[in-house]
Protein backbone atom coordinates (compact mmCIF):
# COMPACT_ATOMS: atom_id res chain seq x y z
CA UNK A 1 0.00 0.00 0.00
CA UNK A 2 0.87 3.25 -0.85
CA UNK A 3 2.48 4.72 2.38
CA UNK A 4 2.70 9.08 1.89
CA UNK A 5 5.29 9.50 4.59
CA UNK A 6 8.01 6.44 3.47
CA UNK A 7 7.29 8.24 -0.25
CA UNK A 8 7.76 11.42 1.16
CA UNK A 9 11.54 10.64 2.64
CA UNK A 10 12.44 8.76 -0.40
CA UNK A 11 11.58 12.31 -2.48
CA UNK A 12 14.01 14.23 0.22
CA UNK A 13 16.83 12.06 -0.13
CA UNK A 14 16.72 12.59 -4.20
CA UNK A 15 16.48 16.17 -3.26
CA UNK A 16 19.40 15.58 -1.22
CA UNK A 17 21.54 13.71 -4.06
CA UNK A 18 20.48 16.33 -7.18
CA UNK A 19 21.96 19.69 -5.64
CA UNK A 20 20.36 21.55 -9.07
CA UNK A 21 17.44 19.88 -9.33
CA UNK A 22 15.34 17.07 -10.19
CA UNK A 23 12.23 16.03 -12.52
CA UNK A 24 10.62 12.53 -12.12
CA UNK A 25 7.57 11.38 -14.40
CA UNK A 26 6.22 8.33 -12.28
CA UNK A 27 4.32 5.83 -14.48
CA UNK A 28 3.89 7.42 -17.95
CA UNK A 29 0.87 6.14 -19.70
CA UNK A 30 0.02 7.90 -22.73
CA UNK A 31 2.63 10.25 -22.62
CA UNK A 32 1.02 11.39 -19.21
CA UNK A 33 2.64 10.98 -15.83
CA UNK A 34 0.71 9.55 -13.04
CA UNK A 35 2.54 11.44 -10.77
CA UNK A 36 5.66 14.12 -11.52
CA UNK A 37 7.73 15.91 -8.97
CA UNK A 38 10.15 18.49 -10.40
CA UNK A 39 12.69 20.59 -8.30
CA UNK A 40 14.57 22.26 -11.15
CA UNK A 41 15.32 26.28 -10.90
CA UNK A 42 11.78 28.04 -12.16
CA UNK A 43 13.76 30.50 -14.82
CA UNK A 44 14.92 26.66 -16.66
CA UNK A 45 11.19 25.51 -16.30
CA UNK A 46 10.14 28.57 -17.81
CA UNK A 47 12.47 28.16 -20.55
CA UNK A 48 12.25 24.52 -21.16
CA UNK A 49 8.24 25.22 -21.10
CA UNK A 50 8.07 28.18 -23.55
CA UNK A 51 10.44 26.19 -25.80
CA UNK A 52 8.91 23.12 -25.88
CA UNK A 53 11.70 20.90 -25.10
CA UNK A 54 9.60 18.27 -23.91
CA UNK A 55 9.36 16.95 -27.75
CA UNK A 56 12.91 17.47 -28.30
CA UNK A 57 14.12 16.87 -24.70
CA UNK A 58 17.22 13.97 -25.56
CA UNK A 59 16.72 12.38 -22.07
CA UNK A 60 13.06 11.66 -22.55
CA UNK A 61 13.46 10.03 -25.90
CA UNK A 62 16.48 8.52 -24.02
CA UNK A 63 13.99 6.79 -21.42
CA UNK A 64 11.77 6.12 -23.97
CA UNK A 65 13.63 3.93 -26.00
CA UNK A 66 15.25 2.03 -23.70
CA UNK A 67 15.18 1.09 -19.37
CA UNK A 68 18.63 1.51 -17.13
CA UNK A 69 20.91 4.95 -16.51
CA UNK A 70 23.21 6.91 -17.99
CA UNK A 71 24.92 9.86 -17.68
CA UNK A 72 23.73 13.24 -20.24
CA UNK A 73 27.85 13.09 -20.96
CA UNK A 74 27.15 9.89 -22.69
CA UNK A 75 28.02 10.34 -27.18
CA UNK A 76 25.39 7.52 -27.91
CA UNK A 77 22.67 10.55 -26.57
CA UNK A 78 21.77 13.05 -29.84
CA UNK A 79 21.08 16.48 -28.63
CA UNK A 80 20.62 17.97 -32.30
CA UNK A 81 18.78 21.05 -30.87
CA UNK A 82 21.59 21.84 -27.91
CA UNK A 83 19.12 20.74 -25.00
CA UNK A 84 21.48 20.27 -22.50
CA UNK A 85 23.96 22.90 -23.87
CA UNK A 86 21.09 25.31 -22.61
CA UNK A 87 20.33 23.31 -19.72
CA UNK A 88 24.39 24.27 -18.88
CA UNK A 89 23.59 28.04 -18.70
CA UNK A 90 21.21 27.64 -16.15
CA UNK A 91 23.33 25.36 -13.83
CA UNK A 92 22.19 22.17 -14.73
CA UNK A 93 25.58 21.19 -16.24
CA UNK A 94 26.30 17.74 -15.30
CA UNK A 95 23.20 14.93 -15.26
CA UNK A 96 21.67 11.27 -14.85
CA UNK A 97 18.64 10.26 -16.29
CA UNK A 98 17.13 7.22 -15.39
CA UNK A 99 14.41 4.80 -17.13
CA UNK A 100 12.40 2.13 -15.29
CA UNK A 101 9.15 -0.33 -16.10
CA UNK A 102 7.54 -1.53 -18.93
CA UNK A 103 6.86 0.78 -21.64
CA UNK A 104 3.34 1.02 -21.15
CA UNK A 105 4.11 2.48 -17.73
CA UNK A 106 7.55 4.14 -17.54
CA UNK A 107 8.98 6.11 -15.02
CA UNK A 108 11.58 8.66 -16.41
CA UNK A 109 14.12 10.55 -13.78
CA UNK A 110 16.97 13.27 -14.46
CA UNK A 111 18.94 14.59 -11.75
CA UNK A 112 21.39 17.55 -11.82
CA UNK A 113 24.21 19.56 -10.60
CA UNK A 114 26.87 22.46 -11.34
CA UNK A 115 29.90 20.87 -9.96
CA UNK A 116 31.00 17.84 -11.11
CA UNK A 117 29.60 14.41 -13.10
CA UNK A 118 27.81 12.08 -10.62
CA UNK A 119 29.45 9.22 -9.43
CA UNK A 120 28.80 5.11 -10.42
CA UNK A 121 27.56 4.89 -7.00
CA UNK A 122 25.84 7.84 -6.44
CA UNK A 123 24.26 7.07 -9.84
CA UNK A 124 23.53 3.10 -8.05
CA UNK A 125 21.72 4.89 -5.53
CA UNK A 126 19.67 7.40 -7.44
CA UNK A 127 18.55 4.33 -9.66
CA UNK A 128 17.43 2.31 -6.53
CA UNK A 129 15.86 4.97 -5.40
CA UNK A 130 13.73 5.34 -8.47
CA UNK A 131 12.83 2.00 -9.10
CA UNK A 132 11.39 2.28 -5.44
CA UNK A 133 8.91 5.24 -6.21
CA UNK A 134 8.28 3.17 -9.15
CA UNK A 135 7.28 0.54 -7.12
CA UNK A 136 5.60 2.51 -4.24
CA UNK A 137 3.26 3.96 -7.01
CA UNK A 138 2.26 1.23 -8.75
CA UNK A 139 -1.42 2.27 -10.48
CA UNK A 140 -3.68 -0.03 -8.24
CA UNK A 141 -5.46 -3.11 -10.08
CA UNK A 142 -8.48 -2.89 -8.10
CA UNK A 143 -10.42 -1.40 -5.25
CA UNK A 144 -13.12 -2.36 -2.76
CA UNK A 145 -17.14 -2.18 -4.22
CA UNK A 146 -17.31 0.56 -1.10
CA UNK A 147 -14.82 2.63 -2.77
CA UNK A 148 -16.60 2.00 -6.28
CA UNK A 149 -20.18 2.57 -5.03
CA UNK A 150 -18.79 5.64 -2.95
CA UNK A 151 -16.63 6.74 -6.75
CA UNK A 152 -19.99 6.25 -8.88
CA UNK A 153 -22.16 7.76 -6.92
CA UNK A 154 -20.33 11.77 -7.22
CA UNK A 155 -18.94 10.81 -10.14
CA UNK A 156 -22.82 10.62 -11.39
CA UNK A 157 -23.28 13.98 -9.69
CA UNK A 158 -24.61 12.99 -6.51
CA UNK A 159 -24.04 15.06 -3.36
CA UNK A 160 -22.17 13.60 -0.43
CA UNK A 161 -25.30 13.33 1.40
CA UNK A 162 -27.98 12.17 -1.42
CA UNK A 163 -24.86 9.85 -2.02
CA UNK A 164 -24.22 8.44 1.44
CA UNK A 165 -28.70 8.25 1.42
CA UNK A 166 -28.50 5.98 -1.77
CA UNK A 167 -25.98 4.03 -0.23
CA UNK A 168 -27.52 3.73 3.16
CA UNK A 169 -24.58 4.62 5.08
CA UNK A 170 -23.70 8.06 7.32
CA UNK A 171 -22.40 11.20 5.66
CA UNK A 172 -19.37 10.53 7.38
CA UNK A 173 -18.83 6.34 6.72
CA UNK A 174 -19.01 7.97 2.80
CA UNK A 175 -16.38 10.74 3.04
CA UNK A 176 -14.61 7.72 5.04
CA UNK A 177 -14.75 5.37 1.35
CA UNK A 178 -13.96 8.47 -0.40
CA UNK A 179 -10.25 9.23 1.29
CA UNK A 180 -9.72 5.50 1.11
CA UNK A 181 -10.08 5.69 -2.25
CA UNK A 182 -8.39 8.85 -3.27
CA UNK A 183 -5.50 7.20 -1.00
CA UNK A 184 -5.30 3.94 -3.18
CA UNK A 185 -5.33 6.09 -6.12
CA UNK A 186 -3.11 8.44 -5.05
CA UNK A 187 -5.48 11.63 -6.15
CA UNK A 188 -5.50 14.86 -4.13
CA UNK A 189 -9.18 15.15 -4.97
CA UNK A 190 -12.07 12.82 -5.53
CA UNK A 191 -12.22 14.13 -8.98
CA UNK A 192 -8.72 13.10 -9.81
CA UNK A 193 -9.70 10.14 -7.97
CA UNK A 194 -12.28 9.47 -10.28
CA UNK A 195 -10.66 10.06 -13.30
CA UNK A 196 -7.93 7.79 -12.42
CA UNK A 197 -10.36 5.15 -11.39
CA UNK A 198 -11.77 5.12 -15.08
CA UNK A 199 -8.25 5.53 -16.64
CA UNK A 200 -7.52 2.22 -14.90
CA UNK A 201 -10.92 0.74 -15.87
CA UNK A 202 -11.60 0.08 -12.19
CA UNK A 203 -14.87 2.08 -12.74
Known sequence: MFEKSVFDRELRTLDALAPQGYNIGLHIRFTSPLLAFQTYAPEWLARYTEHG????????????STTGATRWSNDNIPDPFGIFVDAARFGLKYGVTISWGPITSRTIASVARADREFEDSEIAQIEALVRRLHDMTEPPQELTKAQIDALKCIADGDRHAAAACKLGISESALKARLSSARQRLMARTTAEAIQRAKDYRLL
Open 53 to 64: YLLRDPSVAWGF
